[in-house]
């Protein structure tokens, strides 16, 4: 997931539900998850230590000195840290960042001490400039995502190529070993939600932390802020590598740990099977002839593999998949030009008698069919932007999506469009 908002965003998850069916994320999850938690999770027989929040911050102790996995988003950062250093004082050694997300990455300069290596996969160092490069685009999507402020634009240092400024001092392609004191921190390039994304095993205490390549929902395969594609095989060959080490704990950055190895198997197979399953059903119809929306309507996981779409969502990851492989062209020659949709809609709602009778067509369909009624308030409004009617349908089409949702990031957008529905009435 990244966040780069300095709004306290968060989901709910219940830390004393440990080796229990993992806690969801979802639209009715509260936000500000760990903002009551009063002392840090403990695992591994007391060598590591949890602080919840939107991302988790991960403390392991050893004889010589401490070890931080992922930093949380800065707002979050000195609470986490008060809960972890009421534990230990001792010098940390080593920050290791998952990914180069900014809710994984923002209490790093809290953290550093001199002397303190910040490890990262080699792909972090794009991936950062990547997100710099489409900062002012970022700000704009994630505050609507987020229903949170549109974020300060930090004046980029270096336009002229758009790098970020360096974060890890220690960069590696495939895998970095080190020792601290009895343990083995072992880092292993694991691509999934980002192209830099790292699991660290540690052998002695068959501990694994799985950063974003693991949470309780559906993958976003494809995130709505928008991302390049997040290729489903990489999850899968990701999640094949951490089977195969047969962790006895696996900790990710977002949610409670998986814990038991019965359990982290039963949890981490059927995870791996439900985005290996929409994957191929994507292919196969795509091989068929299949068009994208008929394929975001009918491709539904099978009951055993259901994981949840608090975050994640199955009809967006096909897409995402889909698209992913194919990129934008639908194959209808009308698209190769750039005459936008919006132009055809506007004619074809002149021709209907204006927004008038679009709308109240639209307004028809919002009991039975609310997404077929906001695209058809898109075409009114298309035609005519401020009309009344038009507005009223849509808002009420965005309402009756919004009292459904059970996805956070679906929640989201719906609440950014009844804000542009009161900005347009004003
Ligand atoms: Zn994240």
């Not at 039963?266 to 290996?276: C, E, G, S, W």
Request: include cysteine; charge should be neutral; proline fraction near 7%.
């Amino acid at each position: 997931m990244r966040i780069v908002l300095a709004a306290a965003l968060a989901f709910g998850l219940a830390g004393s539900a440990l080796g229990q069916p993992q806690e969801r994320l979802g639209a009715g999850q509260p936000l500000g998850a760990g903002a009551n938690q009063a002392k840090a999770l403990s695992f591994a027989g007391g060598r590591i230590f949890q602080a919840i929040g939107f991302g988790n911050t991960f403390m392991v102790v050893t004889k010589a000195g401490d070890v931080i996995v992922d930093t949380s988003l800065a707002p979050n950062a000195p609470r986490h840290r008060a809960l972890l250093r009421a534990v230990s004082t001792a010098p940390v050694k080593d920050i290791i960042l998952t990914h180069g997300h900014g809710d994984h990455t923002g209490g790093v300069p809290l953290w550093k001490e001199p002397g303190t290596h910040v490890i990262g996969q080699a792909n972090e160092v794009e991936l950062r400039n990547y997100q710099t490069r489409l900062e002012g685009f970022f700000a704009l999507r994630n505050a609507a995502q987020y229903n949170a402020p549109a974020m300060r634009r930090i004046a980029n240092p270096n336009p002229g190529d758009y790098a970020a400024a360096p974060l890890a001092d220690v960069l590696f392609d495939k895998e970095y070993r080190f020792r601290l004191g009895d343990l083995t921190f072992d880092c292993l390039a694991m691509p999934g939600e980002t192209p830099d994304m790292l699991n660290v095993w540690i052998p002695e205490l068959k501990a694994l932390f799985i950063g974003d390549n693991y949470y309780a929902s559906f993958p976003n395969l494809y995130t709505l802020r928008g991302t390049p594609p997040r290729p489903a095989l990489n999850y899968v060959q990701s999640i094949d590598k951490v089977l195969a080490l047969k962790p006895e704990i696996v900790l990710p950055s977002h949610c409670v740990p998986i814990v038991g190895p019965a359990n982290v198997q039963r949890v981490l197979t059927q995870y791996r099977d439900a985005i290996l399953y929409v994957h191929d059903a994507t292919v196969r119809g795509m091989n068929e002839g299949k068009d994208v929306f008929t394929l975001m309507k009918t491709i539904k996981l099978p009951p055993q593999l259901e994981v949840g779409e608090g975050y994640g969502a199955i009809s967006w990851s096909v897409r995402g998949i889909y698209e992913g492989y194919a990129g934008w062209f639908d194959g209808d020659p009308a698209t190769m030009y750039a005459t936008a949709p919006g132009e055809a809609y506007a004619e074809i709602v002149r021709l209907a008698g204006g927004a008038g009778p679009v709308a109240a067509r639209a307004e028809a369909l919002v009991a039975g069919d609310p997404a077929l009624a906001l695209r058809l308030t898109s075409a009114a409004l298309a035609a005519e932007p401020a009309n009344a009617a038009a507005l009223a349908a849509r808002k009420h089409a965005l309402e009756r999506l919004l009292a459904a949702s059970k996805n956070s990031n679906e929640s989201g957008w719906l609440r950014a469009g009844l804000a542009g529905v009161e900005a347009a009435r004003r």
